[in-house]
């Protein structure tokens, strides 16, 4: 049973740009996470989806938005790229219909902004 | 606003010992509190997750413990191993607050031979 995996692993853009980030949910969850974690810190809720939809959102702008797919995973997108987004982006997955309340993480894809 | 304190930040023991790891937390009402592993540069593993109603959660040589009341959590490992050392966050979801995780800042352990 494959747990969660993220792609890709590293990425390095430029400050402006737009980065796309993967997520592929462990098998059997329904609900994906993102969390973003800068060095030497705890990680930052970004947002959750389920059923294709952003169901919670923390303190982020908008220049960060994500997508749920039918088959569950999910993609977050960052506009306009600055220094600061500098970090190592989780997902996490989890099941609460299922009585899953465990969240489990993916690897993460590190970002670094230039 | 949920703000998850940890401390010591780091920490530094001999192989074999037994140590304390602490988490507190400023609002009670929480669902469940949960303690992960990460290793550098790496994903968070979940070692124990304790829901509201429990004190605490054990697995192997961890034994959580969740003290409400008071906003505390302490994560207790026994006779400590070089394979030990790692970052530990504990996170919190509170009641009514959906699936979303407040972290800590970590606690980062070394354990020396």
């Known amino acids: 049973d494959a747990g969660v995996t993220q792609s890709p692993t590293h990425l390095i853009k430029t400050r402006g740009q737009q980065v796309t980030l993967r997520c592929s949910p462990k098998s059997g969850h329904d609900t994906v996470s993102w969390y973003q974690q800068a060095l030497g810190q705890g990680p930052q809720f970004i947002f959750q989806?389920?059923?294709?939809?952003?169901?919670q959102r923390g303190n982020f702008p908008d220049r960060f938005s994500g997508h749920q797919f039918p088959n569950y995973s999910s993609e977050l997108n960052v506009n306009a790229l600055l220094l600061g987004d500098s970090a190592l982006y989780l997902c996490a997955s989890s099941r609460p219909s299922g009585g899953t309340d465990t969240q489990y993480f993916g690897p993460g894809t590190r970002l670094t902004v230039l | 606003k949920q703000e998850v304190t940890q401390i010591p930040a780091a920490l530094s023991v001999p192989e074999g010992e037994n140590l304390v790891l602490n988490c507190s937390f400023t609002d009670s009402a929480i669902y469940n509190l949960q303690w992960f592993r990460q290793d550098p540069g790496k994903g968070l593993t979940s070692l124990l997750l304790i829901q509201s109603s429990q004190r605490e959660q054990t697995s192997g040589r961890l034994n959580a413990s969740l003290d409400k009341s008071s906003g505390r959590s302490t994560l207790y490992i026994a006779a400590s191993q070089p394979g030990d050392s790692a970052t530990y966050l504990c996170?919190?979801?509170?009641?009514?607050?959906?699936?979303?995780?407040?972290f800590g800042t970590g606690t980062q352990l070394k354990v020396e031979l």
């Open positions: 996170a919190v979801r509170l009641t009514g607050g959906g699936n979303k995780l407040t």
């Open positions: 989806y389920y059923e294709e939809e952003e169901r």
